[in-house]
């Protein structure tokens, strides 16, 4: 083989090797493309792990006390003690007489 057909064959190799490289399975592209998809679900990840711990929290409380229950009933039932007056007090523009 002559030193010609040596350079050839290894230029050949590096093309196939840069090709590869830059277009194939594993090219940069594709890395960078599954970094960021790798990004965005660890941020997802955390989101979901930050509400299940207070989830989880809310969930003991309930089993504690009842507290939690009163203050439940409170803000999204709009239920009162007997006895208690319910005054809500809107902000904003006042009313023209």
């Given at each position: 083989?002559?030193?010609?057909?040596?350079?050839?064959?290894?230029?050949?190799?590096l093309?196939?090797?840069?090709?590869?490289?830059?277009?194939?399975h594993g090219?940069?592209?594709?890395?960078?493309?599954?970094?960021?998809?790798?990004?965005?679900?660890?941020?997802?990840n955390?989101?979901?792990?930050?509400?299940?711990?207070?989830?989880e929290?809310?969930?003991?409380?309930?089993k504690?006390?009842?507290?939690?229950v009163?203050?439940?009933?409170?803000?999204?039932?709009?239920?009162?003690?007997?006895?208690?007056?319910y005054?809500?007090?809107?902000?904003?523009?006042?009313?023209?007489?």
């Amino acid at each position: 083989m002559g030193s010609r057909t040596v350079a050839l064959l290894l230029l050949l190799l590096l093309l196939l090797i840069h090709l590869q490289l830059w277009s194939g399975h594993g090219s940069i592209g594709e890395v960078a493309q599954m970094r960021a998809q790798l990004s965005a679900q660890q941020a997802a990840n955390a989101k979901a792990r930050l509400a299940n711990e207070h989830l989880e929290a809310e969930v003991q409380d309930l089993k504690q006390g009842l507290d939690i229950v009163e203050e439940k009933a409170r803000s999204e039932l709009g239920m009162v003690k007997p006895g208690e007056v319910y005054v809500e007090v809107l902000r904003g523009s006042p009313a023209k007489p």
